[in-house]
């Protein structure tokens, strides 16, 4: 596809859905089909040498097409939404001065939605020492009580929150205490200049589960064990935030705690779950404008067809 010259508001292609529907096998076709380059929207891939578990692109994909907000950041780090955001607005910004597509893709609704709807972020820096007590509060006396206190300040966010997103819960208490204000009143939204047309891959929930399993097996197989151990070994505690993705959680008590490996690998599978559960309930919530596809009957070149007859309009 030679570079276009848009005549209207700049496009991004966005391709979202819930983990294992196929989204980096469907933006890798249409980036090389449209010029494009892929900007992540995963909260775990940003992460360098957290690899097999996060499904990351691998270095053929890489080199096959540019992918962007992939490995910026070691495990101990902690880059705030605020930054991802930053970090992704100038990724596409650059995309398109190039005469090239942006597809940000990715599964990570917060991320979504920071970029896609523009979200006015609070600049408070992390408090480690509120954020150690409260992640001790929500251990001691249960997720439920910690969201409670959230409620109590914040019920627009706490509404919005499960209260098993601990991490959120945190950041959320975390900016009432520094401001004084819920970060409800200061997330506003100023939507960027783009014209935003967002593709969401779905499957049908069995299904869906059985191809997480399917994938985690092979994820053991190819090395998610020793991935996981290596991390250990060069001193990332299992307690860090980037820990805490699927199947790392559970393989670190499978290695530290003698959890059985098969035992490991059934709470994976049941926090894979709560997980998609989750997601499904974001993009219900927050990506009204989604133009849903099947997962399972995939045809990138229609795909491909329609998006240029839509970048030709643009």
Avoid: C
């Amino acid at each position: 596809m030679s570079k276009t010259r848009w005549t209207g508001k700049a496009p991004l292609i966005v391709i979202l859905g819930a983990t294992a529907t196929g989204k980096t096998g469907l933006a890798m076709q249409l980036a090389e089909s449209l010029d494009g380059e892929i900007v992540g929207a995963d909260s775990r891939q940003i992460y360098r040498g957290m690899d097999i578990g996060t499904a990351k692109p691998n270095a053929e994909q890489r080199a096959r097409v540019r992918h962007h907000l992939v490995d910026i950041a070691d495990p101990n780090e902690n880059p705030g939404l605020a930054t991802i955001q930053a970090q992704a607005n100038a990724a596409i910004a650059d995309i398109q001065r190039r005469g090239r597509v942006p597809l940000l893709v990715g599964g990570t609704g917060q991320y979504l939605s920071a970029i896609v709807e523009g979200w006015s972020i609070p600049e408070v820096p992390p408090n480690e020492a509120l954020r150690a007590e409260l992640e001790d509060y929500a251990r001691k006396q249960g997720t439920v009580a910690l969201h409670r206190r959230l409620a109590d300040v914040d019920p627009v966010t706490a509404a919005r929150t499960h209260p098993n997103n601990v991490r959120r819960v945190v950041r959320s208490l975390e900016v009432w205490q520094a401001t004084g204000q819920a970060i409800s009143v200061q997330q506003g939204r100023h939507p960027p200049p783009w014209k935003v047309l967002q593709l969401g891959l779905q499957l049908e929930r069995g299904a869906l589960y059985e191809r997480t399993g399917q994938r985690l097996e092979a994820m053991i197989e190819t090395g998610f064990v020793g991935e996981v151990h290596g991390l250990l070994q060069a001193g990332y505690s299992r307690d860090l935030p980037s820990m805490s993705g699927l199947g790392y959680r559970q393989l670190s008590a499978h290695l530290l705690d003698g959890l059985p490996l098969p035992e490991a690998i059934a709470s994976a599978n049941t926090a894979t779950h709560d997980f998609i559960r989750r997601q499904l309930t974001w993009f219900r919530g927050h990506h009204a404008n989604i133009r849903w596809l099947d997962a399972a009957s995939l045809d990138a070149q229609p795909i491909a067809e329609d998006l240029r007859r839509w970048l030709a309009m643009t």
